[in-house]
Structure formats: C-alpha cells, structure tokens
C-alpha cells in the first residue's frame, strides 16, 4: 500500500520560507510512471495544485506561485520537498503530497496533509 | 488558469442519487478526457473515486460513476449512503503539466 507523510513547521513567520518533505513508502518515487506532486487547501477553501517533480528532478509549477517555488526530490531518501519564499497569510493552508499519474493521469495517493501557519 | 467551477452544494435522502457539474473550459475540461473526481472526509486527505472521466479505481462502489460533455464534467453518486456526506471536487489536467480543481461541493445526505 502507498503511503505518503508529510511533515515540517506547522508555524512559518511572514517573509520567511514554508519547507515542507514528503517521505513516500510502498513505491519508490523513481517509478518512472508516476511524478510527485504538492497540493493545498486554503481554511474551508477548495484544493490548490502547486506543483509536480519527476524524479530526475525535472518540475512543473502553477504559474501563480511559480516565482516562489522550488521542488525537489531525494531518492536516496524517497522524499520530494517544498520550499515556498516570501510567504504570507495567504499561505496558510493545509498542505497535501500526492503521487500523480503520468499516463494514467491522476492524483491516486494522498498524504494525511499538514497544517502550515503565517504568522508572526 | 482559473479554478474549475462547481455547485456549493448538494444533497439527496438515502437511497437517492445526486449529480454534481464541473464546468470548465476548452483549455481543461473540454480539450483532454483526464477529468478526476475526489471525495473529501472532514480532517482527511482526498480520495480518488473517479479519473479519465468515467473510471473507477480498485475498490470504489459502482454507485459511483461520471460523465463528461464539452466543457461539463459530471459526478454521479447513485444509491446515496450516509458515508457518501463529504466534500467532492473534481479536477482536470490543463495541458502543459499544468493541472486544476474545482471548487468543491458539499454533499449531504438528508
């Protein structure tokens, strides 16, 4: 069975960087059927795609975060992680890690998703 | 790109069935059969009930099933089961590896 955690700060300060890693068991994230992705979801708010890596490290990233953004994958480790700049309020969410499908083309595992708070 | 656009809610008793719209554009929903559907528990990660429009993964009830006309997605929960009460979004690959959601949609069983 797939499984993916997340884990990190649950408290980032306006400004600062949101870094967030996703350990990945039951697969191995060098499966070459499948990328890795992070989603969000903003307090009783729908779902937000932020971004996949493949794992030779090549990335895809939501246009309206992409200058923020950097993923990146570790699979000695099997994790990929976040990292989100010059946060702000408007980042608070709840942030999920997922396997995405590249030819079957879906999010087919979640993680239990993490709560990450901007505030000072 | 835009969030694709579901009803707030929607309800039905037991036993009955309700259907939920996902209304994109020509750029997502219309132009690619990879819309997916998820369900949402409170305090839980998403699951994936349907993908590639009308297909259910391993282990998903065949109560569920969807639809897709031009820009239009559609999930049907037929058969509705006190369980089915959750938050379902749909999502639509966008090209360009792009992806989107929906908005999301409340379901309760009366």
């Known amino acids: 069975q797939v499984q993916l955690q997340e884990s990190g700060p649950g408290l980032v300060q306006p400004s600062q960087t949101l870094s967030l890693t996703c350990t990945v068991s039951g697969d191995s994230i060098s499966n070459s059927a499948y990328n890795w992705g992070w989603i969000r979801q903003h307090p009783a708010k729908g779902l937000e795609w932020i971004g996949n890596?493949?794992?030779?490290?090549?990335?895809h990233y939501n246009p309206s975060l992409k200058s923020r953004l950097s993923i990146s994958v570790d699979t000695s480790k099997n994790q990929f992680s976040l990292k989100l700049s010059s946060v702000t309020a408007a980042d608070t969410a709840v942030y999920y890690c997922?396997?995405?499908?590249?030819?079957?083309?879906?999010?087919?595992?979640w993680g239990q998703g993490t709560l990450v708070t901007v505030s000072s | 790109q835009s969030a694709l656009t579901q009803p707030p809610s929607a309800s039905g008793s037991p036993g009955q069935s309700v259907t939920i719209s996902c209304t994109g554009t020509s750029n997502d929903v219309g132009g690619y059969n990879y819309v997916s559907w998820y369900q949402q528990h409170p305090g839980k990660g998403p699951k994936l009930m349907i993908y590639d429009v009308n297909k259910r993964p391993s282990g998903v009830p065949d109560r569920f099933s969807g639809s897709k006309s031009g820009n239009t997605a559609s999930l049907t929960v037929s058969g509705l089961q006190a369980d089915d009460e959750a938050d379902y979004y749909c999502?639509?690959?966008?090209?360009?590896?792009?992806?989107?959601f929906g908005t999301g949609t409340k379901v309760t069983v009366l």
């Open positions: 999502s639509s690959y966008a090209g360009s590896n792009n992806y989107v």
């Open positions: 890596i493949y794992y030779i490290g090549s990335t």
């Open positions: 997922a396997r995405v499908g590249r030819v079957v083309v879906n999010f087919d595992y």
